[in-house]
């Protein structure tokens, strides 16, 4: 079993849809966890961070953390052809280093 | 304000030949890591830096790889003897190192072995 499972997509939605990613992780001594968008060809950048459950907002982007359950979402709301990407999934302890999703491939259509 | 910065972008080998990647963290982070992204895979982390110290390198294969920060310059990441499965998309990313758990990536450097 991967310590981080994410659905590999591909997803493909209209522009102005909600749109749902996921993950589910298997160690209960993650404490950080971390959403990174991907361009094709580019390195991953950060778009959320959090270390604690419930929910964090940042515009159109919204975090959700259950530790409980080990899932972690990204919901993006009025979602734009500009955030078709790659979207990943990261969860670290104290170590310091992340453990990364496979990664879900989203395209927004126009 | 510059990011994380790799060069180069594109690096062709020969097997056989030797590979160096580098990576000048962001102003201010004295932290640095790699990883390695396999086609159809995710990112995988390969070694964790700080200035002049190897902190954590538990997942760097035994062989052939070599990663260094010195004080004064970038991050080197070495792959001597490269093979054609080292072919990959290589980033680097620094931390401020506090407990502050926040990477930031560079662009990457794609290494494709002949």
């Known amino acids: 079993q991967k310590e981080v499972e994410q659905d590999p997509g591909p997803l493909s939605v209209p522009e102005g849809a909600i749109v749902s990613l996921n993950c589910t992780y298997s160690n209960s001594a993650f404490q950080y966890f971390m959403w990174y968008r991907q361009y094709s060809r580019k390195g991953p950048e950060l778009l959320m961070y959090t270390y604690s459950s419930g929910n964090k907002e940042d515009g159109r982007f919204t975090a959700q953390v259950d530790k409980s359950s080990k899932y972690i979402s990204l919901f993006i709301r009025d979602s734009q052809p500009s955030d078709s990407a790659t979207y990943l999934c990261?969860?670290?302890?104290?170590?310091?280093?992340?453990?990364f999703g496979s990664g879900t491939q989203l395209t927004v259509l126009p | 304000n510059a990011g994380v910065m790799q060069n180069p972008r594109h690096l062709v080998r020969r097997r056989g030949q030797e590979a160096r990647l580098r990576c000048s963290p962001m102003?201010?982070?004295?932290?640095v890591y790699w990883y390695r992204q396999l086609p159809e895979e995710g990112l995988k982390f390969m070694v964790y830096l700080q200035k002049e110290n190897i902190i954590d390198e538990s997942g760097m294969p035994k062989e052939r790889f070599s990663a260094e920060f010195p004080k004064e310059g970038p991050s080197i990441l070495r792959i001597q003897q490269v093979v054609r499965g080292d072919s990959a998309a290589y980033f680097c990313a620094s931390s401020e190192g506090t407990t502050n758990e926040k990477l930031f990536f560079g662009s990457g450097t794609q290494l494709s072995v002949l």
């Open positions: 102003k201010g982070h004295s932290h």
């Open positions: 990261a969860i670290s302890g104290s170590a310091r280093q992340l453990t």
